[in-house]
């Protein structure tokens, strides 16, 4: 097992910046403007002429051009602000996020997989929607803190040390509604979760991935058979995201690319509901998502029942029970 470091190596020019995502794993700053929002969504809207359902990130599509191109040109167009707030770091990848409407457009309580050495660096996601959002149509939740409560390695062939508490969570969530254009600038180890979009239209967001200048990307894999209590290290080429073909189907299985770099040990860190109530303060996160979610039940129902709605609607009853 692995410590984090005592002091976070530096990324923000402004020291309450820094502070303030050190502290809470996030920090929400204004990023872009209305003509860069336009400019993004009208990308979006060439780039991705057709919509999937459900949670679609540019970084999961079998388009490539797609994802070459949302990287390139969000990275562009991010650079204003990027370079406004950072220092020293490198940018690796930048991506859409898109949630349909209908019910199977959430997306779990997780962390992001590990793509940096923990015990040095830290993994960054800058979260931006191009729309204001609310609870209904694909806010994000947070545990403020949670980047820090336990060393992991994150993959998904390793179990997550908050699986035997991952429903209770949703009882400590905080929710952050911002508008169009305002970044979530959030550590990848914080646990987040994002509920379904309620709403009638879709949500895009971008996701720009940086760390610090230095590092290298790594990827951690467990072979559950073989090597009962060690995890296997692999370097990446900064690319990594953007060209990773495993995300969609063989996301579990052994990466086809990168280098090994051998083995650390792992002590699959878990913990229980006692764990929870100790570090964190209940708040009323699944009453606000229940309630998001009937309000589309009623309005699906004041409606003279069209197929549509009527699907949609027992789908989302189905997601409460
Ligand atoms: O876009 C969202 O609502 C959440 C995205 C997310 O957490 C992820 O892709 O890992
Ligand atoms: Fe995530």
């Not at 609310?134 to 060393?151: E, W, Y």
Request: with cysteine; hydrophobic share 40%.
């Amino acid at each position: 097992m692995f410590q984090f470091p005592d002091k976070m190596l530096r990324v923000f020019r402004n020291e309450a910046h820094q502070q303030s995502f050190e502290e809470n794993g996030f920090v929400i700053l204004p990023f872009y403007d209305e003509a860069e929002i336009a400019e993004l969504t009208a990308l979006y809207h060439a780039l991705h002429p057709k919509d999937e359902a459900g949670f679609f990130p540019s970084t999961f599509s079998k388009d490539k051009n797609y994802r070459h191109e949302a990287d390139s040109k969000i990275r562009q167009i991010a650079s204003r602000s990027i370079d406004a707030y950072c220092q020293d770091i490198k940018v690796v990848c930048g991506s859409f996020i898109v949630k349909s409407p209908g019910p199977d457009s959430g997306m779990c309580v997780h962390q992001d997989m590990s793509l940096v050495d923990e015990s040095k660096y830290t993994g960054i996601n800058i979260w931006v929607p191009l729309v204001d959002l609310t609870i209904q149509n694909g806010a994000i939740f947070v545990l403020p803190k949670s980047h820090r409560i336990m060393p992991t390695y994150r993959g998904s062939s390793i179990p997550e040390f908050f699986a035997p508490v991952m429903d209770d969570i949703i009882d400590y969530l905080q929710p952050v509604v911002v508008k169009a254009g305002q970044a979530v600038i959030f550590d990848q180890s914080i646990i987040h979760y994002s509920p379904p979009n309620f709403s009638d239209n879709i949500r895009i967001v971008t996701n720009i991935y940086f760390t610090h200048q230095s590092t290298e990307y790594r990827t951690y894999f467990w072979d559950k058979e073989k090597m009962e209590n060690k995890i296997e290290v692999f370097a990446q080429a900064d690319d990594f995201m953007t060209n990773f073909e495993q995300f969609g189907e063989n996301i579990r299985a052994r990466p086809t690319v990168g280098q090994s770099l051998g083995f650390v040990d792992y002590t699959f860190p878990q913990i229980d509901k006692t764990f929870l109530d100790t570090h964190f303060e209940r708040t009323k996160a699944r009453e606000i998502i229940a309630k998001a979610a009937h309000q589309k039940v009623e309005a699906a129902e004041d409606k003279t029942n069209t197929a549509t709605s009527v699907s949609f609607l027992d789908k989302i009853k189905n997601w409460f029970n």
